[in-house]
């Protein structure tokens, strides 16, 4: 959420970065909205100045005359009216704060899509095979450690089955990561994977993403309070861990290590990324979360990606890191890099990670703060970055680590998990 000042203030800027971002439609219109933020501080101060004068009736000590009853009495049908319209003008004027777009940094390329996304840094070799590659899903049926069928019958599409080594794979990525991010000093958090609607109004899923989270409560008639949703990802619950809250200064950075499963509904994305666990409904992962200072913010997303480019490297994947365009992030978004490794077998990028700086968009939906040095009372900012998933890093390591009788390595950092050198047919 915007601070109501900037807008005011600044209705070219983010009429540019509405325009920047490819967005249009009704809950965009700032002039819209400047006209119904008018009608509302003026009713809101009309309001006031009745309250005020049925305040000053009421405190008349002698007997109140018929005419001062008869003027408390119509004070009163007016500053109910007054309120009722109000309660109108306040909800389309609440619709357009909830979906303007985050400010953006200098440092975003402009751009409609994806094709306006910037490669800023490549790591490791192309790998190319002198035999005939396959893909993740080909390798895992064959040495029947994933399955995708059973799951379609249990399931539906876009589940699937980690079996023998492709679930020691799964551990080994998720113990080798907590423990690098414990030892760099995150907190270990795993939060509940259902939460109520203002966890995702607050990290601002709703309502522009709101058809990608899987509503567990159905029902036009229940309250907002009775619904339940299962997490897209673990900083929807663990940002709001600290909604309402004043924090300390001292204590920042306060950086966790968050644990789930998490679950997507992949809607608008029929067709792609069908075969296989690239692109599926539930997932684990491992999320780095930052509270810190609006200064400070862009260097802890820098340290978030430094940890990222430690795992990849430290897996053996190759890997590019790209500056994401205005066109091709969330609404919540400051700056938002992705990482995507190399698949050889396909001779394309997977995205496996992404960092996003947040800056105040989370906080001031969650009513978090915290006292600076002069003693304000002002927002931090967060920062939300991938640490591994469960998923698509499997299937780069089969793509990259295959080899031409059929085995696939396992990468050196993750073999005191797995138990075992080389996945196989022969050893399953």
């Not at 709101?210 to 929807?236: F, H, K, M, N, P």
Request: proline letters at 3%; aromatic letters at 8%.
């Amino acid at each position: 959420m915007l601070d109501i000042s900037y807008i005011r203030n600044n209705s070219l800027a983010l009429k540019q970065n509405i325009t920047n971002r490819n967005l249009s439609g009704d809950m965009y219109d700032v002039d819209a909205f400047l006209a119904v933020d008018k009608k509302r501080s003026e009713l809101i101060a009309h309001i006031d100045s009745l309250r005020a004068k049925r305040n000053e009736k009421s405190c008349i000590t002698s007997r109140p005359s018929e005419s001062d009853v008869l003027e408390g009495k119509r004070l009163k049908e007016e500053i109910k009216n007054a309120e009722a319209t109000l309660s109108e003008i306040q909800s389309t004027w609440q619709q357009h704060m909830d979906w303007f777009p985050n400010v953006v940094s200098e440092h975003m390329p402009v751009g409609k899509d994806e094709s306006g996304n910037q490669e800023i840094k490549i790591w490791g070799e192309k790998k190319k095979f002198n035999f005939d590659a396959q893909s993740h899903i080909d390798i895992g049926e064959r040495l029947d450690i994933i399955d995708v069928s059973k799951s379609g019958d249990i399931s539906g599409s876009r589940f699937y089955f980690l079996k023998k080594d492709a679930a020691l794979l799964h551990w080994g990525l998720m113990s080798f990561v907590i423990k690098k991010l414990t030892q760099k000093g995150f907190e270990l958090m795993i939060p509940p994977v259902i939460v109520k609607s203002r966890p995702l109004y607050g990290t601002g899923y709703f309502p522009a993403e709101q058809s990608q989270i899987y509503e567990l409560t159905q029902g036009e008639a229940l309250e907002d309070e009775q619904r339940r949703y299962l997490v897209g990802t673990s900083e929807q619950a663990i940002v709001s861990y600290h909604m309402d809250e004043i924090l300390a200064i001292e204590k920042f950075p306060i950086k966790y290590a968050g644990v789930s499963t998490c679950f997507r509904s992949e809607a608008g994305s029929w067709g792609k990324d069908v075969k296989g666990i690239k692109r599926v409904h539930q997932f684990d992962k491992v999320e780095m979360i930052y509270i810190t200072t609006p200064q400070t913010s862009q260097a802890f997303m820098a340290e978030a990606l430094a940890i990222e480019e430690e795992i990849l490297q430290e897996l053996g994947l190759t890997y590019h890191v790209l500056e994401m365009c205005t066109g091709d992030v969330g609404l919540p978004t400051f700056r938002k890099w992705d990482v995507e490794v190399w698949l050889p077998s396909q001779q394309t990028w997977m995205e496996t990670h992404s960092n996003s700086d947040l800056a105040s968009y989370h906080t001031r939906r969650l009513n978090i703060r915290y006292k600076n040095e002069q003693g304000e009372t002002v927002y931090p900012h967060t920062v939300s970055a991938t640490a591994i998933t469960n998923t698509r890093p499997i299937a780069a390591i089969l793509d990259t680590y295959q080899q031409e009788d059929g085995s696939v390595l396992v990468p050196e950092v993750l073999r005191e998990w797995v138990g075992k050198d080389v996945i196989s047919s022969s050893n399953q």
